[in-house]
């Protein structure tokens, strides 16, 4: 994703961007369970990197798995600036996936933010590392207690969401949507399109105009939509 494509894509809402998803036929893009941890936490947009956990098995399952080449600290240092980590947890609510200290040395890493369907322990020092965070909550107990993590930049599912390594995560106030990689420009353009229209939508709402034919448009409002936009760009 280039910077101007980024750029972009922090000036739109998740909600234009499941509508846009929606006409070109994509339904299932919006990660469930998954909501902002900070008041007015900021809009976050990158590629995911992914992580998934799998039902505990007790023998894989333990502590001793913490210091595995195959764990969530290794994960964490293949990471890159401005990655977007997506963990899959299957929806488990009662196992905290990370703590204060990885999400410490996520934070260092310049990691964009950390999305899960799953939840966190150590909440207050994992929001005192400034990760931005979206999660199903918070639970005491480590993730051994109910998952077992096996691999990273791998597909994963995310509430519910097939997720890539290398799609485009946004994320707001609404939750965290996943855009194909390959629909990226495509989508990107069309939205913010519709970010234009619908803010001359709000603008002749202001003026008293009736929503019938205004929203949807019919071809008088089209036409005088056109005409407006065409102010814009001479």
């Known amino acids: 994703m280039d910077a101007a494509t980024k750029s972009a894509l922090q000036g739109i809402s998740t909600a234009t961007l499941t509508t846009v998803l929606l006409k070109k036929g994509l339904r299932n893009v919006w990660i469930r369970g998954a909501f902002p941890k900070q008041p007015g936490q900021a809009r976050v947009v990158g590629p995911a990197f992914t992580l998934r956990f799998v039902p505990a098995r ?9 210091g595995s080449p195959i764990s969530t600290r290794a994960a964490i240092e293949a990471m890159a600036e401005g990655d977007i980590a997506v963990a899959g947890a299957l929806g488990v609510t009662d196992a ?3 703590g204060d200290i990885l999400c410490a040395r996520m934070a260092y890493r310049k990691v964009g933010a950390l999305i899960t369907d799953g939840v966190m322990r150590d909440m207050e020092g994992v ?5 931005p965070l979206w999660c199903a909550g918070a639970a005491a107990p480590a993730s051994v207690a109910g998952l077992t993590f096996v691999a990273w930049n791998e597909p994963v599912g995310c509430g519910g969401v097939a997720i890539f390594p290398g799609d485009i995560i946004s994320a707001d ?5 996943v855009i194909p990689q390959a629909m990226l420009a495509e989508v ?9 229209h619908e803010g001359w939508v709000i603008e002749e709402v202001k003026k008293g105009v009736a929503l019938p034919g205004l929203y949807p448009a019919n071809e008088e409002t089209k036409a005088r939509y056109q005409a407006w936009r065409k102010t814009q760009t001479d």
Request: net charge negative.
């Open 58 to 66: 007790e023998d894989l399952a333990t502590p001793a798995s913490w």
């Open 96 to 98: 905290g996936i990370f």
């Open 127 to 131: 929001l005192a590392t400034g990760l």
């Open 173 to 177: 106030g609404d939750g965290a949507v």
């Open 188 to 196: 990107t353009e069309q939205a913010i399109e519709q970010e234009r």
